[in-house]
């Protein structure tokens, strides 16, 4: 469906708000944001509270809640906020789960913020050279969602934030 279809669950990153997300019947598409932590890919928001889920743990509640109930979920958004955690992930996604989730009609779209924006002008914690090489070279027709680096304060976007 078009992007404008779905209903989103953001930040799913702990146990209870991937189940909340599953259980919501009208949902059809959830984000969650994943950083590398004891030696892992972890679902995780910097700043809120101690991870309790790992990525297998996440994808595995997703491809589970997909053959027992149906495929509901339609679009599974991956963002990464640390590049250490991008190619364990990627790793873990292709060799585990991207059939599971393809039988079920599950779109992957990877996400990162790697480009400067507004308030935030200095170089982004994830390359963008480094986040594509690295996706489309795991996982080849992936969708990717690719975003700015943005804090609060008085600049705005302009064109040239979007001329790259």
Same mark, same amino acid.
């Given at each position: 469906?078009?992007?404008?279809?779905?209903?989103?669950?953001?930040?799913?990153?702990?146990?209870?708000?991937?189940?909340?997300?599953?259980?919501?019947?009208?949902?059809?598409?959830?984000?969650?944001?994943?950083?590398?932590? $004891?030696?892992?890919?972890?679902?995780?928001?910097?700043?809120?509270?101690?991870?309790?889920?790992?990525?297998?743990?996440?994808?595995? !509640?997703?491809?589970?809640?997909?053959?027992?109930?149906?495929?509901?979920?339609?679009?599974?958004?991956?963002?990464?906020?640390?590049?250490?955690?991008?190619?364990?992930?990627?790793?873990?996604?292709?060799?585990?789960?991207?059939?599971?989730?393809?039988?079920? !009609?599950?779109?992957?779209?990877?996400? !990162?913020?790697?480009?400067?924006?507004?308030?935030?002008?200095?170089?982004?914690?994830?390359?963008? !050279?480094?986040?594509?090489?690295?996706?489309?070279?795991?996982?080849?027709?992936?969708?990717?969602?690719?975003?700015?680096?943005?804090?609060?304060?008085?600049?705005?976007?302009?064109?040239? $934030?979007?001329?790259?």
């Amino acid at each position: 469906g078009a992007t404008a279809d779905y209903v989103w669950a953001h930040s799913c990153c702990s146990c209870h708000d991937l189940r909340q997300a599953l259980d919501n019947p009208d949902v059809t598409a959830i984000e969650a944001d994943l950083i590398f932590q $004891d030696g892992q890919p972890m679902m995780h928001h910097p700043g809120h509270g101690t991870p309790d889920q790992s990525l297998r743990d996440f994808l595995q !509640a997703i491809v589970a809640h997909g053959r027992s109930r149906g495929p509901r979920i339609q679009v599974v958004k991956l963002d990464f906020k640390q590049l250490q955690a991008v190619e364990p992930s990627l790793q873990m996604l292709r060799r585990e789960f991207w059939t599971p989730l393809g039988d079920l !009609a599950v779109e992957v779209w990877l996400n !990162a913020d790697v480009l400067p924006g507004p308030n935030s002008r200095s170089t982004p914690r994830i390359p963008a !050279a480094d986040f594509c090489q690295l996706c489309c070279g795991i996982c080849p027709g992936v969708a990717l969602s690719l975003g700015w680096t943005c804090a609060p304060g008085p600049e705005r976007f302009t064109a040239r $934030d979007a001329d790259g």
